[in-house]
């Protein structure tokens, strides 16, 4: 019911009778600001009573770091023999008429390779001046023979790409998930060093600067394979302004960055706040799979939360630290809700593009830093925890009871460190108190909204009870 609230405001603003939807009403406040120490640099001696874990469910384990691909274990392709085309006819004027329209006849271009025109002159008599071009020649088999690449309409963006074999072109059109509005040719690179050639494809599924995604290709004897981790729906983002590669530590493995993420004020409007991201994609030995997702600096408390959660996630526990405790300690974070995002879509619908990052003021939701601060206590005693620092963790653990045990909007996440802290000390895995973490948080499940849910915006992530404790 959120979402359709959101969108019928978005639709009327389009419609220039922009009003007010059913608003939902605000978390309860307190009157004062819980604003916790530092972390003591003593240990507080209260030991929390063990609690049997007998009646925790069990979790499915998943890997705590993503491990980093070793470049040396890299099989280069041997290289295939120059491929037969056919022979080239310099005086042949290809009947290429109706081609500079499209959709281009990709059979009569065919037709013409195949009789003896070179690439070159198809792309002279096809490529508009002063634009993008339609057809490139490229290597990208691994047999240092050219093939052709083109970019088609039909009337939605296609590709095709001509390779020639045994003395005649063949043509390819790669399984990927072609829908919206163009596709363009990145460019095409040895990206995991293995002597093959990668075709980096960007494509956009939408009007305006919105629905962008990248999809790899490489060639393995046959076709050309998607390498990407989802060969159908490869990571994308609204609002693309650059992708680069770049090779970040000089193991002659590419990285692929796609920047970008605030969308054209169409659908800013329905789902904000929005920050400018960052992803980043690497070979991991078998595909390129997202590596990181990096964030400018945040505004708001709950995005430090998520900042911390997400580079926890990707194995960046300095960086998650980091996060955490600016989202403690940082009095310039603002707060967000539920009230605060409906009208704050009310305000850009009114005011247009000059209200673009500011927010509605709105009444302040003073609950929200109580429960995000001890959030993010329970996090850093979680981070002290995976990297066998103990005695810190008790600290942090101490900490987070000290400020918030009796405090009412903080209180619930201490009896989740405390499920977590009794199923621990009882075993001393990490995935016992996981587990009883976890099961506090599906018990609870109100415990997960303040975290990121739909009124967080289009960029947060909406939390599960598994995503309280990743470490297992």
Known sequence: MKRLAIFAISLLWVLSACAPATQIAPAPVVDNRVTPSPVPTNTITTTPTETPTASITPLPTIPTFTPTFDASTIVTVTPAPPAVCPKKDPSLSPDLANTQNFPIDTQKLLDSLNNGASISTIANAINPPGFDSIITSEEVTGDDVPEMLLVNSEPIYHFYIYTCSQGKYNIHFPNINYFGYYTEIVTAKDLNSNGIPEIILQHSGCSGNGCYSIYILEWNGNEFQVMNSNSQFWEGMNGLINVEIKDLNNDNLFEIFMTGGVPALGAYIIDPPWRLETKISAWNGEVFALE???????????????????????????????????????????????????????????????TLGTPAPGAPDLAEFSRLAAYSYYRIMLLHFVQANESDANIAYNTLQEKFANEPYGQPYVEMATAFWDAYQST?????????????????????????????????????????????
Not at 340 to 351: D, P, S, V
């Open 292 to 354: 990181s997702v990096q964030y400018e600096s945040p505004k708001f408390r709950f995005q430090a939360v998520q900042d911390g959660d997400r580079a926890s996630s990707f194995g960046s526990f300095d960086e998650a630290m980091k996060s955490y405790k600016e989202a403690i300690f940082n009095d310039d974070l603002e707060w967000w809700s539920s009230q605060r995002q409906i009208e704050t879509i009310i305000k850009l619908g009114n005011e247009g593009y000059s």
């Open 428 to 472: 001393h895995k990490m995935y016992d108190g996981c587990a009883a973490a976890i099961q506090y948080a599906a018990e609870h499940p109100e415990i997960l909204t303040p975290l990121g849910s739909d009124y967080h915006g289009a960029q947060s992530h909406i939390y599960m009870p598994a995503d309280v404790c990743p470490f297992r």
